[in-house]
């Protein structure tokens, strides 16, 4: 691995900010700016420590979520397809990185059925699934105030119970790619916390309280 590959191209860097982050604006909330912007940088940071390519691991970032302008069901394909549509990253990379950004973006999803084919594809998968609590919590209220507005709080409740069972239970979908990473030590403090209905709650309507007050 050289030195060069440890480094951010700060070319590459205005390219995301100005070209690609703008797709983010009108995404929901757990998706947007907010969002990508934290994953470009567990990203950067994995990849730093494990000498992976840092401009690979950005720029994979950057797309991960673009496919969300078609279907949800599919956007990690969308958004491979708009990675390797995109003739403007044939400045910095060969098409070889290309095809395994891409692909990484297709194995990006914490429900995928198989292991990422390639380590970019861990990182990103690893960088998505920011698994502090508060975060995950939070994340996971607003997604069903805005993607299922005409449900009332008890209904919000149980769609926030149901998606954590399904995601972060010892039985979930959620899976870790890269060991001791910090998401390890987060997903066992969701778990204590699930176990603890009464406390759950609390968290539950302290966010719902803030995420509708303020909106």
């Known amino acids: 691995?050289?030195?060069?590959?440890?480094?951010?191209?700060?070319?590459?860097?205005?390219?995301?900010?100005?070209?690609i982050l703008?797709?983010?604006?009108?995404?929901?909330?757990?998706?947007?700016?907010?969002?990508?912007t934290s994953v470009m940088k567990r990203s950067i940071d994995l990849?730093?420590?494990?000498?992976?390519?840092?401009?690979?691991?950005?720029?994979?970032?950057?797309?991960h979520d673009t496919g969300l302008e078609g279907p949800r069901a599919i956007h990690h394909i969308t958004g491979g397809k708009i990675l390797m549509a995109d003739v403007r990253l044939r400045k910095w990379f060969s098409p070889e990185q290309i095809r395994i950004m891409k692909e990484a973006i297709e194995d990006h999803r914490a429900s995928a059925?198989?292991?990422?084919?390639?380590?970019y594809?861990?990182?990103?998968?690893?960088?998505?699934?920011?698994?502090?609590?508060e975060s995950v919590f939070r994340r996971t209220v607003v997604f069903g105030i805005d993607n299922y507005p005409d449900?009332?709080?008890?209904?919000?409740w149980k769609r926030f119970l149901e998606h954590l069972e399904n995601k972060y239970s010892t039985n979930g979908y959620i899976k870790l790619w890269?060991?001791?990473?910090?998401?390890?030590?987060?997903?066992a403090e969701i778990r204590r916390m699930m176990a603890n209905r009464g406390e759950l709650r609390k968290v539950f309507d302290r966010i719902y309280n803030d995420v509708t007050i303020t909106e």
Do not use: C, W
């Not at 059925?113 to 380590?119: A, E, F, G, T, V």
């Not at 594809?121 to 609590?133: H, M, N, Y």
């Not at 449900?151 to 919000?156: G, P, T």
């Not at 890269?178 to 997903?187: K, P, T, Y």
């Open 22 to 36: 703008p797709r983010y604006v009108n995404f929901d909330r757990a998706h947007n700016l907010s969002h990508v």
């Open 113 to 119: 059925s198989h292991s990422p084919r390639s380590i």
């Open 178 to 187: 890269i060991q001791n990473s910090s998401n390890a030590e987060g997903l």
């Open 47 to 63: 990849a730093s420590k494990i000498g992976a390519d840092v401009n690979m691991a950005l720029v994979i970032a950057a797309y």
């Open 151 to 156: 449900k009332n709080r008890e209904e919000q």
């Open 121 to 133: 594809g861990k990182i990103v998968a690893e960088a998505d699934r920011d698994l502090q609590p």
């Open 1 to 19: 691995m050289t030195d060069t590959s440890l480094r951010i191209n700060l070319d590459i860097m205005d390219f995301v900010e100005k070209q």
